[in-house]
């Protein structure tokens, strides 16, 4: 915003005399709004238009038809720097009807609704603490309202809808996702991922129809990559789940990762708790195809199938590092092809030896037996136990394109998902996926915070030259960057 308004301007377009309020109250009410959150420079424009206006506001704004009491959006936001620039459309039609009904007079729900939509234009219905004026990319509450009760009425245009805001963290998407919190824990989250070509999307459509099946509904997040050289993304995981995607208990959503590097988009466990929210049993995770260090899905979903092919390497390669350390259970698909038994057998002798499950009940010395000392078949028999003290990863046969060994896949996750809750590791496992979602949402409003603050971005340019001629070093400029924007970090100067 290239000029800031001087004062508090209050422009009222029409009288509203006939509503017992004079408009001298409306100003002193907005005001009053306006000086509460400590807002010094306002230009708001207060107007009063009839039914068949705002309705034609609604359809153009918020994008659908009908008519609501007030709208309101604004450019800018109350704090020591920012200006703040409005409009509120509030029709007394409807505003004396809502009074009627609530018991008051028609001059005090006109107050209440310029209140309500200073605070809109201030932001404070947006957590992020800005409102637009951009027509309609502007969120404003109404259409937030309206999104949430056909969201909870079970529409699954409303999910699609706030699946996207939530997404494209569009304004408003914190407080969509907090009035949803409550309501999230319930469904069963599983994560597939592995090479690319293992067959994950196949095994992904046939693990819905099983589910399905058993009348459970289901909803599906497929992460596909983003090109680092045009930005776009093919999103063609569901068009290999095209036998499920019109059945109306089934949702699926293709997102791209958007330059996220974890094998997962930035959004997807904002995504899964919508899913959650929305009243799903099974919520189906599909990875891009990673390769070693690819883990978020791990940090994302309750259990992790790692989905292999004969291809995927040699035993070296089993027993290297990262994904092949959080998978809760294996899976060997094109079983049909050469080396399938080998790669099976090398995943289960590095289970053995990982796990040392080879070894835990042997004998000190005499009595040895010498059968039981072959980790590959001790890690298999370990697996296939019941009610175990601790999980092994049991390794597991499909060729998804025959349908087969999809049942196996379904009861190995029951099974984990039973050995979780009996050994207390599913709460564990949740609490500490929160504990990472609160660090991740920490740093990532410190860096938006720090670095699209202009002073922040001037001082670090100010400093740049002391660090290349070595007068500084680069962690002396972040402490400083820090002690000088402890207000900005804090929130506090946006007060």
Known sequence: MKSRPRGLAIDISS???????????????AVAALKAERAKDAMLSITFVG??????????????????????????????????VGD?????????????RQGVSAGEEVLRLVIHGTLHVLGRDHPTGTGRADGRRGFLRASSSRTLEDFNAGKSAALARVVSIVENHRDGFEEILGSLHPRTGRARGVGLTGPPGAGKSTITALL????????????????????PFTGGAL??????????ALDPGVFIRSMATRGSLGGLAAATREVADVLDAFGFDRLLIETVGVGQSELDVARTADSTVLVLVPESGDSIQTLKAGVMEVADI????????????????????????????????????????????????????????????EWTPPVLSAIATKEEGIDE?????????????????????????LRERVMDIVEQKIRVRLWKDTATMSRLELQLPSVEEGRVTPFGVADQLLRQSGELVSGEEDK
């Not at 007030?70 to 450019?75: E, Q």
């Not at 999103?235 to 499920?244: C, P, T, Y």
């Open 15 to 29: 009288t509203v005399r006939r509503l017992s309020v004079s408009t001298a109250r409306v100003r002193e009410a």
């Open 51 to 84: 039914r068949a206006t705002i309705s034609e506001l609604n359809r153009r704004f918020l994008g659908h038809h009908g008519a609501t009491d007030v709208i309101s959006f604004g450019l800018g936001r109350a704090g020591k720097r920012g200006a703040v």
């Open 88 to 100: 509120i459309y509030i029709c007394p039609e409807i505003a004396r009807e809502n009074a009627r």
């Open 208 to 227: 819905v129809k099983r589910y399905r099946e058993a009348g459970l509904k289901v909803g599906v997040i497929a992460v596909d990559p983003t090109s």
């Open 235 to 244: 999103l063609g995981d569901r068009v290999r789940m095209e036998s499920v």
């Open 330 to 389: 294996f899976v060997v698909n094109k079983a049909d092809r050469p080396g399938a038994d080998r790669l099976r057998n090398d995943v289960e002798l590095m289970l053995g030896l990982r796990k040392g499950v080879s070894f835990g009940n042997m004998p000190a010395h005499h009595g040895i037996d010498l059968k039981r000392m072959n980790p590959a078949r001790a890690a298999r028999e370990a697996a296939a136990a019941p009610n175990p003290a």
């Open 409 to 433: 896949i379904v009861t190995a996750l029951d099974r984990h998902f039973v050995y979780l809750e009996q050994s207390g590791k599913l709460s564990l496992r949740r609490r500490e996926r």
